[in-house]
Nanobody
Framework: QVQLVESGGGLVQAGGSLRLSCTLS??????VAWFRQAPGKEREFVLG????????YDGDSVKGRFTISRDNAENTVHLQMNNLNPEDTAVYYC??????????????WGQGTQVTVSS
């Protein structure tokens, strides 16, 4: 069993930055990914990272603006979000599972953290 806790969300103006953190309750070799869900929309894969640091993207919506990193010694995964725009407003979740891709199965989920970007 792995618990995940997200932090770092908040309100930011368009063009600003936020850094989200996902703290895991114990060391795991599982991949960790960030998802987001905006009101009235389906949950969307953002970025994933394997234990060895390999990164998985899905599309171009966050490429060049968001980066994911992992500190295995601290059991944390970070999502650095730059040049935010109102379309990035969503609840952001981190999840852990055997694979790091958008179609992989994720066994453990955090409670989510709200990110709101004002125009």
């Amino acid at each position: 069993q792995v618990q995940l806790v997200e932090s770092g969300g908040g309100l930011v103006q368009a063009g600003g930055s936020l850094r989200l953190s996902c703290t895991l309750s114990r060391r795991t070799f599982y991949a960790v990914a960030w998802f987001r869900q905006a009101p009235g929309k389906e949950r969307e894969f953002v970025l994933g990272i394997a234990y060895n640091g390999g990164i998985t993207y899905d599309g171009d919506s966050v490429k060049g603006r968001f980066t994911i990193s992992r500190d295995n010694a601290e059991n944390t995964v970070h999502l650095q979000m730059n040049n935010l725009n109102p379309e990035d407003t969503a609840v952001y979740y981190c999840a852990a599972g055997p694979g790091a891709g958008p179609g992989d199965r994720y066994e453990y989920w955090g409670q989510g953290t709200q990110v709101t970007v004002s125009s």
